[in-house]
Every structure is written in C-alpha cells, then in structure tokens.
C-alpha cells in the first residue's frame, strides 16, 4: 500500500518521498538526574531547546528531510521510547520498529525530564533491537535503507537498576555484542558512536565504542546534534564500521578546528 507520500511504512508517521535510501539514527538520551544540573542552567533544558531546534532546521534541508528518520530512546532508571503517534514516552516494553521511526523533518520531541539512575545497558538493549527491526522491516518492505546509526548521548556513566555504578568488567557482555552487530551483515548490522558531555566517565565509554567515542564538552546541544544528523549522512555509505568511526571523529575534529578559529579570531 502507498499513501501521497510513498510506501506506507507502518503505523506511525507516513515515510519520506523515497528519493534518497533510508538513514535510521537511534538517538539515546541520558536523562539521568545528573542531566538536572547545574541548578541555574540545568542540561535537560538545554536539551530540549536543542531537540526542538534541531527538527526545526532540519525540516528545512531538503535531503535531511528525505533520509533521515529518527527514533528517540530516553533512559533515566527506565527506559523509554518516543511514540511519534501518541506524542509521548512510552516504556522500552511497548517499543515497535513500525511505529517509532519518524522522518526527522516531522519530529515533534516530547518535553524531556532528569530524573533517576543511568541504566545505560538496558538502553542500549532496546536501541540494538529496534535498530535490527527496522533495517528487517524497510528490507521486507523493499524501501532501500542504509545501515542504522545509534548515537549515544551521555553526561555521566553506567549504574545498575540500584544506581551502583558499573566497571569495566560489566559493560564487557554489551561491549562484545556491539562489535559483534557492527561487523554483522544485513539486517542485524548497525554501527553505535558515543557522545560524551561534561562529566562522562571517556574511559568507560571508549569500553563500549574504542572507536566511536567522542567527548564534545563545552559544545552546546544544538550543535551535537546538527553534527550528529549531518555526519549520519555523510557516513551511510561508509563501508566498514570503523572507516564510520574515522570519518565522525575527523568531521568532529574539523568542526573543533573552525570553532576554534572562529574563537580566535573574536
């Protein structure tokens, strides 16, 4: 079935065009209570200003507008799931790869709150998950997509459902399952990158993501997340998961670099 926008792709909000191959990013959002901080300019804040931002800009490029479709998870002591139908966080149980991609030009983010632990590993269960649903539903559906990205964005690290904190040794299982999906084929494959703000614990992170791990500290939220979207496009035919890899971190590493011009020349 085809609706005026193309192939109908499940219940949630109708597909792109089709010009361009489908891009799916997972987007994990810290939104533990560290993410309330600091009292007079609190991150979630910030956040939600850049999310808001960020589908705004968005919707005006035209070939973001066409490849891009996103899926927001949320995870504090639970995790959660953007459904784009109901326009709300819905719990990581009810999570569906029909439903909970949107086109990013169409996003209308929920208004996130800081509150609980950082049960980051069940997070990134449900990120995994959806991701290999996804790729497996526009594949049955024959919509072309590319390998699905699932960013990590994150200021502080790993605890267990009790808010102890979790060591290396822990985080080895999903470690080795995350290289394992990356050096996957069709449709299990995905390639997981990880952001780090002010107080991410890197060493526990490059644990997870070796080559995926940038730490973004004193950049703001808007612009993570206009360079997470524009390097998701730049990289979606990148063969190898770590040529991904390379190719974020030398974007970040130019962007750095403007920035820091742009600094020195005020």
Partial sequence: MTT????ELGSGAAGPSGLYERQPIIIVLD???SMARPAEAPRIAEVNAALADFSTRVAAQARMREQVEVCLIAFGSEVRVFDPVAGTLVDAEHADPARDFVPVGRLEPPELRADGYTAL??????ALRLAAGRRRQLAEQRVPGLRPLVWLLTDGAPSDEDGR????EELAPMAGRLRA???AGPPEDCVFLAIGVRGADRELLEVLAPRGTL?????????????L???SVRVGRVTTS???HDEVTREAEERRALRDLEVDLL
């Fill in 31 to 33: 939104v533990s209570a």
């Fill in 215 to 227: 730490m973004l500290e004193g950049v703001n939220f808007t612009e993570i997340l206009k360079f």
């Fill in 165 to 168: 904190p979790l060591d290396a």
């Fill in 229 to 231: 979207v524009r390097s």
């Fill in 4 to 7: 005026a926008e193309g192939p």
């Fill in 181 to 183: 999906v990356e050096a």
């Fill in 242 to 244: 770590g040529e991904v």
């Fill in 121 to 126: 590993l069940p997070a990134l269960d449900v």
